[in-house]
T-cell receptor, first 115, second 113 residues
Framework: DTGVSQDPRHKITKRGQNVTFRCDPISEHNRLYWYRQTLGQGPEFLTYFQNEAQLEKSRLLSNRFSAERPKGSFSTLEIQRTEQGDSAMYLC?????????????FGPGTRLTVL | GNSVTQMEGPVTLSEEAFLTINCTYTATGYPSLFWYVQYPGEGLQLLLKATKADDKGSNKGFEATYRKETTSFHLEKGSVQVSDSAVYFCALSEKAAGNKLTFGGGTRVLVKP
């Protein structure tokens, strides 16, 4: 399977704990995006990378959130001191930036539940 | 800023009925437009896209036409099947904004046999 993969698929944690999610993009895709989707809503942009450079962060991404893509391949999203409001589906997407519109392909998501 | 508005659901139809989901957008530049579909228990899948005015995207019997004059990208299918039951998301992206996607709230479609 050469699609976008995310790990874990589900995470249950207690308030105040730190969590880390991983995303493996489609091979050779140079762009990687993170989105958050709450129940009954559309996904909202969090941040994106071109290769290893983080080019934009949404205001939704508080200082408790950090994302990395150290070698321009997989990416991690860490949430420190989780809050109940962080409960959501975290989606990763990748694309190949080629000068025009790039089409994003999504992974299955990581569902976070903060108790 | 950019925004996408789509009709609220749920939309309940009988098999073989005609489906329309309205989508309108606000953008500062010249966006590309997309429809994504989320089947129960699965991730988002690209259904179709259009990158410039008057383009028509089509896939699996679904169609949508990029209408710049009405800032719309309505999704249509002539004869739905039970397997089309899903949540449909309209979205836009702009090259000048890093091609990040701005999504509508989603429309749940339920097709009954």
């Amino acid at each position: 399977d050469t699609g976008v993969s995310q790990d874990p698929r589900h995470k249950i944690t207690k308030r105040g704990q730190n969590v880390t999610f991983r995303c493996d993009p489609i091979s050779e895709h140079n762009r990687l995006y993170w989105y958050r989707q709450t129940l009954g809503q559309g996904p909202e942009f969090l941040t994106y990378f071109q290769n290893e450079a983080q080019l934009e962060k949404s205001r939704l991404l508080s200082n408790r959130f950090s994302a990395e893509r150290p070698k321009g391949s997989f990416s991690t999203l860490e949430i420190q001191r989780t809050e109940q409001g962080d409960s959501a589906m975290y989606l990763c997407a990748s694309s190949f930036r080629q000068g025009g519109t790039d089409t994003q392909y999504f992974g299955p998501g990581t569902r976070l539940t903060v108790l | 800023g950019n925004s996408v508005t789509q009709m609220e659901g749920p939309v309940t139809l009988s098999e073989e009925a005609f489906l329309t989901i309205n989508c309108t957008y606000t953008a500062t530049g010249y966006p590309s437009l997309f429809w994504y579909v989320q089947y129960p228990g699965e991730g988002l899948q690209l259904l179709l896209k259009a990158t410039k005015a008057d383009d028509k995207g089509s896939n699996k019997g679904f169609e949508a036409t990029y209408r710049k004059e009405t800032t719309s990208f309505h999704l249509e299918k002539g004869s739905v099947q039970v397997s089309d039951s899903a949540v449909y998301f309209c979205a836009l992206s702009e090259k000048a904004a890093g091609n990040k996607l701005t999504f509508g709230g989603g429309t749940r479609v339920l097709v009954k046999p």
